[in-house]
């Protein structure tokens, strides 16, 4: 639809960093981009995220820097990664039995590799002012998609005004909404070569594809709702534990954890079945305190006070947990979805940013790789049909791998409530590295490895674990079946030494 035969015409909805980095990537590549947003500009700072949070503190890793370093644009991750908080490992913190707190810290990598806590809104807004420096971009904020023929190759968008509007009951905070006014609301009508959906979970864009492709679609929650916390500095402006570990308090069921920010303060997160919530939130005040004291010991009151603690559990939302899997992630030549719009997860892996900004290099390796950026390409109709190629190409490799992830982000989170704790996991995980470091041409590496700081496909990762643990499993029954052997040995020497020295005595005995 584009009208210079030379570019592409291509539509990114949600401005968030997956959006944004796809925008970045298709307007390095010469393509007019535009960018529709459902919400104000979200560089400022009044614009609530969607689900009411205020401060939202992510994990960035190998995938996601990875990503964004491929995107042509100068400087960007030199001013992303100057922003972001090492952290090198788990810090598990409980009470002994006999009564004393402790922490221990898990590294990691035996490498020393680690990954980085960010700032979302920070994150975000360096991606958005980069795009603005382009000209061949342009931003509409305000916009809901409302409507899509993918066919024709056309989208609209109701343009709404600006209100100020108390958007969340349980969550007060005043924000830039739109008045539900239908007079005051217009509608307009877009025309596009490609549609980017990257508009989240719940996105229109799926919805809108969904009378198009053949789409098969899972959605669950897992019966785990999480509300957010704060630990606030010292009173000399210090963090109150160490900034670099991602610390974790595991309680079985559920557990607590706590990610350093730029200010030296921690955003937290409590995760707990429903039920928990609903019996805390019944219950008279102290019950939190007391739930606090057993499950998380060291929290409440040396991190935060009771009186925060209160305020922050019954103020804060508590929001649930969705995981979605979808295929394909495409149509024709027309549409695709990325990030959440096509595989929302648990955030038990710290994947889900670095999944959906790994979608955007995958995708445009493939782009690239039909050779829709060719300026070769004899007309309009040769690079649609390159570009079907390889938005078909990308679904059947992503699919699997957004699968797999999916599925090991939900494991995560048994190990890191409950496995953390037990000397299984630990031996495991040293024997691997163990191996990783004397033996390398071995290929081993520890699962959390391979996801957190390489570039390896997911699915491929859950096959290689997959297949380590066949193998620690055979060497350690064959270990088991060693010793046992030893040990019978030993002890059928033992045994007949035994009976020769009885032997002996006995013929002297005869002799005498």
């Known amino acids: 639809m584009a009208q210079d035969a030379d570019k592409q015409k291509i539509v ?28 104000d500009d979200l560089r400022d700072p009044s614009t609530t995220p969607l689900n009411f949070t205020k401060s939202i503190n992510l994990a960035l890793s190998e995938r996601g820097i990875n990503s964004m370093r491929l995107s042509q644009c100068e400087g960007l991750i030199d001013d992303v990664l100057k922003d972001t908080i090492p952290m090198h490992g788990r810090m598990i ?20 590799r680690f990954i980085r806590a960010v700032d979302r809104a920070g994150l975000n807004k360096g991606l958005l002012d980069s795009l603005e420096r382009m000209p061949n971009v342009t931003f509409h904020f305000n916009h809901k998609l409302t409507g899509a023929d993918f066919k024709k190759k056309i989208a609209w968008f109701e343009q ?5 509007k108390t958007d969340n009951p349980h969550s007060p905070t005043h924000t830039s909404l739109w008045e539900k006014d239908p007079a005051r609301a217009s509608e307009i009508a877009v025309d596009f070569d490609l549609l980017i959906g990257a508009d989240g979970a719940h996105s229109a864009t799926r919805y809108h594809m969904m009378k198009y492709a053949q789409l098969s679609y899972q959605q669950s929650y897992i019966d ?16 109150a534990i160490s900034p670099n570990h991602l610390h974790i308090w595991p309680g079985g069921s559920f557990m607590f954890i706590a990610i350093p920010s730029a200010d030296k303060s921690f955003t937290c997160t409590l995760f707990a079945p429903s039920s928990h919530f609903s019996s805390l939130s019944k219950l008279p005040a102290p019950s939190l305190l ?7 010991p060291g929290v409440c009151p040396d991190l935060i006070s009771p009186k925060d603690l209160q305020h922050q ?7 649930p947990l969705i995981s979605i899997k979808c295929s394909p992630h495409h149509y024709a030549s027309s549409v695709v979805i990325l990030g959440d719009a096509a595989h929302a997860m648990v955030p038990f892996y710290g994947q889900g940013m670095n999944a959906g900004l790994e979608d955007v290099r995958v995708l445009f390796d493939f782009l690239d790789a039909h050779g ?7 007309d309009p109709i040769a690079r649609e049909q390159a570009r079907a190629q390889a938005l078909a190409e990308y679904t059947m490799q992503r699919t699997p791998d957004a699968a797999a992830i999916n599925d090991l982000a939900l494991r995560n989170y048994e190990e890191m409530r409950s496995s953390v704790k037990s000397p299984l996991y630990r031996i495991r995980k040293w024997v691997e590295e163990r191996v990783d470091v004397y033996f390398p041409s071995l290929g081993f590496s520890t699962q959390y490895s391979r996801v957190s700081f390489g570039n390896e496909r997911y699915s491929e990762v859950e096959k290689a674990v997959e297949r380590q643990g066949k193998i620690l499993m055979r060497a350690l029954s064959m270990s088991f079946v060693g010793l046992g052997g030893l ?7 033992g045994n007949r030494a035994g009976l020769s020295g009885r032997w002996l005595g006995g013929l002297t005995t005869h002799k005498r």
């Open 12 to 39: 990114v909805v949600g401005a968030g960093p997956v959006g944004a980095l796809a925008a970045l990537y298709s307007a390095h590549r010469g393509d007019n981009v535009q960018i529709y947003e459902l919400r």
């Open 93 to 112: 913190h409980g009470r002994r039995k006999a009564g004393e707190l402790y922490q221990e810290s898990q590294e990691y990598d035996v490498h020393g």
């Open 160 to 164: 709404r005004p600006n209100v100020s």
């Open 224 to 239: 785990t709702l999480w509300c957010e916390f704060r630990i606030a500095p010292t009173a000399d402006g210090t963090f």
């Open 290 to 296: 007391t739930f606090f004291a057993q499950n998380f």
């Open 313 to 319: 559990f019954h103020s804060n939302p508590h929001l």
């Open 372 to 378: 829709v950026y060719d300026p070769t390409l004899p």
């Open 487 to 493: 040990g019978c040995f030993l002890l059928w020497r």
